[in-house]
């Protein structure tokens, strides 16, 4: 099902690359700008496989003989796996170099191989004349034992020395024992094997699913050009909105701005009036009430002892009865005031609404445009979608991988009917390793029983002519061994030699290599040219009939290795022209005539800058503010009655008391009718004032240009985007659309990705692949090769001790068995 797959990244990919072109076209740093992020989609997953087979094997206690015999090979065998020039020499013969190299390679297996058969030829040659020999009186073969003092510590050397030599005899023949059941009990745990293997495989088959998810893409694109006027009428809203909305808000402001600011001009105006007309009274009052203070401070009784410093005092402050601001110097507001009712003329909030209006149209604006353009592509992917539905049926996928399970059921099938074969060949195998063990057993049996024997049965203080029956039959019993151990022997030797070549060099010519993957790196399929001269790759030329794809045994292993897609292990993307299946692309329509005019609210500026023009920044705004805070006396007239009323108290009762107490009773009146009204116009001025003084710091610093500084001013603002839209009046709207377009591009890239991602990634992993190599190398090398070499190497061991067994046993067997004759000595 994994084909479906490809073939719909076949179409996909074309896209890709024509958006990879597009990309690189437009790399400048405008159309950099107006690239919009893509939204990501989901096209769902693909369900994942879990295998069985775990491809590990833990041999147990005996790998640490596995590790001995790999050191041992290693001594035997140290120089490097031969390299790929090894596979030149097969069609040259002749080549002696190349010969040598091979020598040199297999010295250690040549030297141990030659010795063995040394062992195995002279053998029964040894054994043949040391029979001769002993039969003719020699070679320890008379039956006359000769005393020596050392006697005794000789018979126990030789005793220690063969019980230790048995002993290491029993652990070789163990550990051959070991190796034989070893691979009797993996020969079960291989069905296991062979089982999870083909249960993979058809979990591959099976579980491989068919993605397309083109209708996910087709919804996504279709929701796009269904909603366009939405999607890329909002895209050209927002792209505006920037500037618009903030510059029609703040011109919406500056209208109530404008009333505002016609009201402070008004009250300025009516507050003036009022303060210069109190002016004029108050000043009245004042001159009059400090005239006539001024005459009851002169009458006689002032002069009189202590009222006169009183008198003094009060005559002192006299000329604190005063105005402080004068408002009759302040300029008129009437010029700002006329300059600004005819601004007012223009309804600018209606300017401002038509603004929002025409903005907030483009949707459907766009949408009238493009009528024409959505049919075209929205036909275009109908047929698409078609296309690559007619495509992958095309192909009968999913027939062939149902033939391929039923092909592994049946291979399963096959495979477990040469079970019983299997196992019968493995009990004569393990019957004929166990008949070779037990001549080991059989010499070590011999030898066990006659040291048992001889040491129970000796008596130091008898002759060795009258050594009891026990004794002689130790003896014999270790004649005996030596006998068997030169029948045996090179029979035991030859299956040594045999297996030590065998195994030992599938071990390190296939085994090792194999655990290392560098076997991939020196196969002869994976040789470029080898196989063929005049193809490159043997695999793709089989599978393919493309000897120059670059896919070898080693790249299908390690990607499978990793669990990727077979779609990747194979590389099946060099077998697929993508361009070729893509007979539609998604083309860029003739959208430049889409525009949208923005000119029905540009009138309004000329009415923001004659609003800045109206004279509102020429007012003198600190003078205002200098007289308003000056206050409109010099001095608190209440304080002053107040003080003026204590300062009476101080007097004697009498005319003077009386009429300071009056004038302080009048300048309270004046306070109460005069001042506060006044004080409380200067309020309203000094409210107006500011308002109008921060308005005009949002006024062009100069009067006399006619365009506006930019700074931190709300009308600043304004101008500013004005500029903008006067500038972009008609605003080509083929960038946001070149920029849609992108869009839907976009989610067919994404298409693309994801399903290459899947292909590689998820789709068909081929674990189980890289599973059977790993089984193969586990039942082939650690279950049989490994035991094998073990086998030998306990047996071989076991030969070689057989060697100092004979002696040893000749030599012990002499002070056991009874002799025939004896050494006399005279008293």
């Known amino acids: 099902m994994w084909w479906k797959v490809g073939l719909v990244l076949v179409m996909c990919s074309g896209l890709t690359s024509s958006e990879a072109r597009e990309e690189h076209r437009d790399s400048s740093p405008r159309n950099t700008m107006l690239r919009a992020p893509v939204e990501r989609l989901d096209f ?193 809203h927002n792209q505006l909105e920037r500037e618009v909305v903030p510059a029609l808000d703040n011109a919406l402001r500056m209208t109530a701005a404008m009333r505002e600011t016609k009201e402070s001009l008004e009250s300025v105006t009516t507050t ?116 690559i539905v007619a495509f992958t049926k095309m192909f009968p996928v999913e027939p062939a991988l149902e033939n391929f399970t039923k092909f592994l059921t049946e291979s399963q099938k096959n495979i477990e009917a040469y079970y019983p074969q299997i196992d019968q060949l493995d009990f004569y195998r393990w019957i004929g390793c166990v008949v070779i063990c037990c001549m080991v057993v059989l010499v070590l049996t011999f030898n066990f029983l006659g040291l048992l024997c001889g040491s129970c049965g000796y008596d130091k203080n008898t002759t060795p002519t009258t050594r009891g029956c026990l004794s002689n039959t130790g003896g014999n019993l270790l004649m005996a061994s030596v006998g068997f151990s030169f029948i045996f022997s090179w029979l035991l030797m030859g299956v040594v030699v045999t297996s030590f070549i065998v195994g030992g060099n599938v071990e390190k010519l296939v085994c090792e290599p194999l655990a290392n993957r560098q076997i991939f790196k020196v196969l002869i399929i994976d040789t470029p040219y080898m196989v063929h001269p005049a193809k490159k790759n043997f695999l793709p030329g089989m599978l393919f009939q493309d000897p120059n794809i670059d896919l070898t045994m080693g790249s299908m292993y390690r990607d499978c290795y990793e669990n990727h897609g077979l779609y990747s292990a194979l590389q ?56 308003v805070n000056k206050g409109v006396t010099v001095v608190d007239l209440l304080s002053y009655a107040n003080e003026l009323e204590a300062q009476a108290d101080q007097l004697p009762r009498g005319a003077l008391e009386n009429a300071l107490k009056g004038h302080a009773s009048s300048i309270r009146q004046i306070h109460k009718e005069q001042v506060v009204p006044m004080e409380q116009a200067t309020g309203t001025l000094s409210q107006s004032i500011k308002l109008l003084q921060k308005t ?25 985007c004005f500029t903008f839209l006067n500038n972009f009046c008609f605003v080509n709207m083929s960038q946001e659309a070149d920029k849609f377009i992108k869009k839907l591009l976009g989610y067919f890239s994404q298409y693309t990705e994801w399903v290459k991602h899947s292909l590689e990634m998820e789709v068909a992993q081929c674990k189980p692949i890289s599973n059977i190599i790993d089984s193969l190398e586990i039942v082939g090398c650690s279950f049989i090769v490994d035991s094998v070499n073990t086998f030998w190497f306990g047996l071989g061991g076991c030969c070689l001790l057989l060697i100092p067994s004979i002696i040893l046993s000749v030599k012990l067997a002499k002070f056991y068995r009874r002799m025939d004759t004896e050494d006399v000595f005279d008293e």
Request: aromatic residues 10%; hydrophobic residues 40%.
């Open 44 to 236: 769902g997953f693909v369900p994942s496989v879990v295998y069985e087979t775990h491809a590990f094997y833990e041999p147990g206690p005996i790998g640490i003989v596995f590790q001995m015999v790999h050191a041992f090979l290693y001594v035997v065998q140290p120089n490097p796996f031969p390299k790929g020039e090894m596979h030149t020499g097969f069609g040259n013969p002749e080549n002696v170099v190349l010969l040598l190299q091979a020598i040199y390679y297999e010295l250690g297996f040549i030297v141990l191989s030659v010795l063995g058969l040394v062992f195995v030829l002279f053998m029964p040659v040894v054994g043949l004349f040391f029979c001769v020999c002993r039969c003719c009186e020699n070679c320890g073969g008379e039956m006359h034992q000769r005393q020596k003092k050392n006697g005794d510590c000789l018979k126990g050397f030789y005793m220690a020395t063969l019980i230790a030599t048995s002993v290491f005899l029993a652990v070789g023949v163990t550990i051959a024992y070991a190796a034989n059941q070893n691979i009797t009990n993996q020969i079960k745990s291989t069905r296991r094997l062979v089982s999870s293997n083909i249960r993979d495989l058809k979990s591959f088959a099976n579980y491989t699913p068919v993605v397309t998810a083109f209708t996910n893409l087709l919804f996504y694109c279709q929701c796009g050009l269904s909603d366009i006027g939405n999607l890329l009428g909002g895209q050209i």
């Open 272 to 387: 003036l009036e009022i303060l210069q007309e109190g002016t004029g009274r108050l000043q009245i009052s004042l001159q009059s009430e400090r005239a006539s203070l001024s005459n009851t401070l002169n009458d006689p009784a002032c002069s009189n002892g202590d009222v006169t410093h009183t008198c003094n005092t009060i005559r002192g402050t006299l000329s604190q009865l005063a105005l402080s601001a004068n408002f009759h110097g302040l300029p008129d507001v009437e010029a700002p005031l006329a300059n600004l009712d005819a601004v007012l003329k223009t309804d600018l909030s209606n300017i401002v609404q038509k603004g929002y209006s025409s903005f907030n149209n483009t949707p459907r604006l766009v949408r009238e445009q493009t009528k024409e353009i959505l049919s075209e592509v929205k036909g275009l992917l109908d047929k698409s979608g078609g296309e």
């Open 572 to 627: 099946l993307e060099t077998s697929f022209n993508f361009n070729k299946f893509l007979n539609a692309t998604v083309t860029e329509h003739d959208i430049s005539s889409l525009t949208m005019c923005l000119c029905d609210f540009l009138t309004g500026k000329d009415n923001l800058i004659d609003f800045a023009n109206t004279g509102v920044g020429e007012i003198d705004y600190q003078a205002y503010l200098t007289e």
């Open 696 to 720: 005009s710091r949002e006024l062009p610093v100069s009067p006399k240009k006619r365009y506006i500084y930019f700074n931190r001013s709300v009308i600043n603002a304004l101008y500013v």
